[in-house]
């Protein structure tokens, strides 16, 4: 007997799983495969797994389109693979079902549009980037050691009475982050 089986997927351990989840179970999916890991990857565990539970007759069901490939080129070779086996499609937000004609059609056209999305979202995020860096904005995680604190680390290493440790345990950071900031290439032996 022919069953829907539901993939879910959000991008980072932050976000939420339970939307997609409630939808998918109201959309009468008898098994959920949940995995929170970028589309970009290729190595998804939980998608290889329900692709392989899927049979013939049955119906992958998905939140939204962009959940299941990485690209619009993935996105289709995965659903032609499953049409290949008998095995039909539905996206719910986008109402896609590849069990018919004009469902295919549409399926196509909202991939397309859902990868059209994703480049103008990442090329905002590059403009918006590249317009903090020209204003003196710099991202990324915020600096251990203030520029005091990393010239008091140097004098201290330039030291022979105190470890690199010590002086790593003083700032509450690893040595290889006290290397990194004072500009000291790690050396080889044990100190």
């Known amino acids: 007997m022919p ?9 980072t351990q932050d976000q939420n799983l339970s939307l997609q989840c409630d939808e998918l179970t109201r959309a009468g999916c008898s098994a959920i495969y949940q995995e929170q890991v970028s589309g970009t990857k290729s190595d998804r565990s939980e998608l290889g797994q329900c692709l392989k539970a899927l049979r013939p007759g049955d119906t992958l069901v998905v939140w939204r389109l962009d959940r299941l490939g990485r690209s619009l ?13 008998g095995i039909h499609f539905h ?13 295919k059609l549409m399926f196509h056209v909202f991939a397309s549009m859902a990868e059209f999305e994703r480049n103008l979202i990442a090329e905002r995020t590059k403009a918006g980037l590249a317009a903090a860096r020209a204003r ?8 251990k050691l203030t520029e005091a604190d990393k010239k008091l680390a140097k004098k201290m290493l330039a030291s022979r009475d105190i470890t690199v440790s010590e002086v790593a345990s003083k700032f509450g ?7 990194r900031s004072v500009g000291v290439v790690q050396p080889t032996e044990k100190q």
């Open 136 to 143: 003196g904005r710099v991202g990324g995680r915020p600096q």
């Open 173 to 179: 950071v690893s040595k290889m982050t006290l290397y």
């Open 91 to 103: 996206s719910l937000t986008e109402n896609i079902e590849t069990g018919s004609a004009t469902g």
């Open 73 to 85: 080129k993935h996105l289709v070779e995965t659903v032609t693979e499953l049409e290949a086996k």
């Open 3 to 11: 069953v829907k089986i539901g993939y879910a997927r959000v991008s």
